[in-house]
């Protein structure tokens, strides 16, 4: 028999598939059936005049009330207990008749875990800040104004990297389509593999990044072994990834814009800035804020290029607070604190959803849809 890929022939691949077509098409005719019935229940027993509409979204309604509302609702759940490695058993239906603890879930968790992301407490009283991981400088006002330093630098450059492209890609210029092409690559490529391809061009001796600035007469720089630089590393890399989802987005805004607002201008003596100031700028509000709202949600929960580039290291300097959210709820720490993971992750919630409200109401991003 000749062996395949790994060890797998097309005979094996054929016995799979046919293991899990059946299994498809059984699993499509029952969900069919459900429709169907769905579609009769609302249309002939409740006679709903958009019954068919119902039924099509039905599907997207179960998959948002899964995939969404039930892991958000167990998440405030487990803020109610103390489920971490060394009190796991007691979550188990098998030993919680001999579980310790005098109840499972309860008030006094939840403020226990809550107040541990803020404060670290002593005999009743707050001592200091609380050091959510292992080094001094893993306290939430430190890890927060990382975040918003990581979040804000990544999203100006991405905002400014994918309109001056977007501005470039609009003019009428040759091979447009490949520059395109080209450019949405990074955007296209899986992350991991982006990400574990940085960390080797960011190697202090043979990473292409120092060849390049030896080219220049600059010491190499151990990029990857200091705080700062390592910030300055994946800041890096995160902008080169962000900047062609502005530039595809943006480039479709400017498409859209008639050229006879231009024409018009130039007819009345504007200049190329007032031009982009007052026309191209405004028009390009309705994408612009959605994407902006977007990139800071994305940004401030980045989470896999920090785990595959740094883990949160050197000496924890590059830790936003989702990684510290990570580190502490799977990382190697001996408590593996899930309940307070849970509500630490409430609270970054709150902080972005606080984030998205005050800044779609004042930039007017829902202003259109008010008007209509």
Known sequence: MVQGIGG????????????????????????????????????KVFKLQNALAYTLLSPAAVA?????????????????????????????????????????YGLDYAIDNFTKVFFRIRDGQIVDWGRLLTTAGSTF?????????????????????????????????????????????????PGVITFLTWKQEFHAQYGFVNILLGGFGIAPISWLDNPIYAFVAIVFVNVWLGIPFYMVMLLGGLQSISPEYYEAAQMDGAGAWQQFRFITMPLLRPILIPAVTLDVIWTFNKLDLIVVMTNGGPQEGTNILVSALYNAAFGTSATQRLGFASAFSIIIFVILFIFAIVWITTSGGLKEIYEK
């Open 64 to 104: 948002i009330l899964v995939f969404m509302i039930y892991p958000l609702l167990f998440n405030v759940l487990l803020a109610f207990s103390d489920l971490k490695r060394d009190t796991f058993g007691c979550y188990s239906p098998v030993s919680v008749a001999t579980c310790q603890l005098d109840h499972l």
């Open 8 to 43: 797998l022939t097309g005979e094996t691949l054929f016995a799979t598939l046919g293991q899990i077509v059946p299994l498809i098409i059984v699993v499509v005719i029952f969900i069919l059936a459900l429709e169907f019935a769905l579609y009769n229940l609302l249309s």
């Open 141 to 189: 006002p430190a890890l927060l104004g990382r975040t918003v330093l990581w979040t804000f630098f990544n999203v100006i450059f991405h905002f400014s990297g994918g309109l001056a492209l977007a501005l470039i890609l609009n003019q009428k210029i040759r091979l447009k389509g490949i520059y395109r092409s080209l450019i949405v690559i990074p955007w296209a490529l």
